[in-house]
């Protein structure tokens, strides 16, 4: 099992510009989450799915948009680039039920830098 | 909402010296709680957690935290800390209620560099 993917790894962009982050798990979770992570800042969450075909706003939601595709997939859209929206971001999947109880697991990462 | 607080961002330590990772989180009536790691460039990975039963929990590479409800507090130790123990350490905690909310509250991270 690859766990949790994510594509790309590094990318650069210009304000304005729009991206996609892909992400998705091959654990059958139901629900993902999208997170920011800036340094001294941990980890914020911008969007989460509790489960296919739903979506909610998390503590970070403004300029991104989100797409559950499939169980699988869960993807960030940038529409117009801002140089605050320069992190690292991380995809996340867990299954809620009375084993895990929500503990999370996590992709690679994603370093953008928007010039 | 849960918040979680952890008291120091940077903690240097000789190698082979222990160590705690403090954090405290805001009261509920009942929270499930996590202590991740992430290594340089890379993502977070799960080091141990705390759902029921025993207040001590233990990882496989040597760290235990202990959940004090009293205090609302989850530290990490580890008694002789290795050179590969450097990383970032992220306390969480998630709302144990039922309400529904699948959400884990991070807290800012300690950054542990051991050294030489």
């Known amino acids: 099992n690859a766990g949790v993917t994510q594509t790309p790894k590094f990318q650069v962009l210009k304000t304005g510009q729009s991206m996609t982050l892909q992400c998705a798990q091959d654990m059958n979770h139901n629900s993902m989450y999208w997170y920011r992570q800036d340094p001294g800042m941990g980890l914020r969450l911008i969007y989460y799915s509790a489960s296919e075909g739903t979506t909610d706003k998390g503590e970070v939601p403004n300029g991104y948009n989100v797409s559950r595709l499939n169980k699988r997939e869960f993807s960030l859209r940038l529409e117009s680039a801002a140089p605050s929206q320069t992190s690292v971001y991380f995809c996340?999947?867990?299954?809620?039920?009375?084993?895990?109880?929500?503990?999370?697991?996590f992709g690679p990462g994603t370093r953008l830098t928007v010039l | 909402a849960q918040s979680v607080t952890q008291l120091d961002s940077q903690v240097p330590v000789f190698e082979e010296a222990p160590v705690e990772l403090r954090c405290n989180y805001s009261s509920s009536v009942s929270v499930y709680l996590f202590w991740y790691v992430q290594y340089p460039n890379q993502g977070l990975q799960l080091l141990l957690k705390?759902?029921?039963?025993?207040?001590l929990v233990e990882s496989i590479n040597g760290f235990e935290a202990e959940f004090n409800k009293s205090q609302t507090s989850f530290h990490l130790r580890k008694p002789s800390v290795h050179i590969s123990d450097t990383a970032e350490y992220f306390c969480a905690v998630r709302d144990g209620s039922g309400a529904g909310s699948y959400q884990l509250t991070f807290g800012k991270g300690t950054k542990l560099s051991v050294i030489p």
């Open positions: 996340a999947s867990s299954e809620v039920g009375t084993i895990l109880l929500g503990e999370q697991f």
């Open positions: 705390y759902l029921s039963g025993s207040t």
